[in-house]
């Protein structure tokens, strides 16, 4: 099981930005991909974006062109930059590794955007 710990969640105004990390507790060659969800009070949890071992990016349509994930391979962490947040953007960021058929999941990170 991969250990993962999120950072940089907090408020921020509509149209600011926030950059979360995720770090993970082993090399990223045990990794085939990691990615960013979000789960909003009565929602369902769904895919922000992800990033395989090849460096292939994947984003939800909602996030394209305001958000961008990438990786630092010697400090083992993903980040999440978000720009032009809207209030929709409102959730809780879970991180996510794949590592051999299974995946792991960190703690949850609070993002909240005020209008």
């Known amino acids: 099981q991969v250990q993962l710990v999120e950072s940089g969640g907090g408020l921020v105004q509509a149209g600011g930005s926030l950059r979360l990390s995720c770090e993970a507790s082993?090399?990223?060659?045990?990794?085939?991909?990691m990615g960013w969800y979000r789960q909003a009070p009565g929602k369902q949890r769904g895919l922000v974006a992800s990033i395989t071992r090849y460096g292939i990016t994947n984003y939800a349509d909602s996030v394209k062109g305001r958000f961008t994930i990438s990786r630092d391979n010697a400090k083992k962490t993903v980040y999440l930059q978000m720009n032009s947040l809207k209030p929709e953007d409102t959730a809780v960021y879970y991180c996510?590794?794949?590592?051999?058929?299974?995946?792991?999941w960190g703690q949850g990170t609070q993002v909240i955007v005020s209008s």
């Open positions: 082993v090399s990223f060659f045990s990794i085939s991909a």
């Open positions: 996510k590794a794949e590592s051999f058929g299974s995946d792991s």
